[in-house]
């Protein structure tokens, strides 16, 4: 949703390759992980966002009836998509936060952010190394002053 307001600006011109400051990030199909692609941003996030799309609908991944267990691999695929999804909000911050400030969103972006990366933090879903990129932003929302 929050992307969705800036991509008139994350063009394939402007957003060449999918990174967040010095990060860059390729496209891995978990099918084929031998296969990674350089992709610009928008392809990176699209390709993402049908993935997700992909297993979200696969019953064998989420099961929607009572009773069905979720596979042994349940974790890892959560964690990948988790960790996938902060790519995002790390390619926003890094290279649209401007944008953001100019559309007066950055307290949406800040509160969506913080909640994604709190529930991140109670299941342990993403390793720390790949938190780096927005280390100084997770530890200013989750302070405890704040």
């Not at 800036?6 to 060449?16: D, L, M, Q, V, W």
């Not at 879903?125 to 932003?137: A, G, N, S, T, Y």
Request: hydrophobic fraction near 40%.
């Amino acid at each position: 949703m929050l992307y969705g307001t800036i991509t008139e600006f994350c063009t394939a011109e402007r957003c060449a390759v999918m990174s967040a400051g010095p990060f860059e990030y390729v496209w891995t199909d978990c099918s084929n992980p031998k296969r990674s692609i350089k992709c610009s941003a928008p392809q990176y996030i699209d390709f993402l966002m049908t993935w997700i799309q992909d297993k979200l609908d696969d019953e064998s991944v989420f099961p929607s009836k009572i009773g069905v267990p979720f596979p042994a691999n349940f974790m890892e695929v959560a964690r990948t998509i988790m960790k996938r999804l902060f790519r995002i909000y790390a390619h926003i911050y890094y290279q649209h936060f401007e944008n953001v400030e100019r559309l007066k969103e950055e307290a949406h972006l800040n509160t969506s952010f913080k909640h994604f990366i709190l529930f991140v933090q109670e299941f342990n879903l993403i390793e720390d190394k790949d938190l780096q990129p927005l280390q100084e932003v997770i530890e200013r929302l989750t302070s405890k002053e704040r």
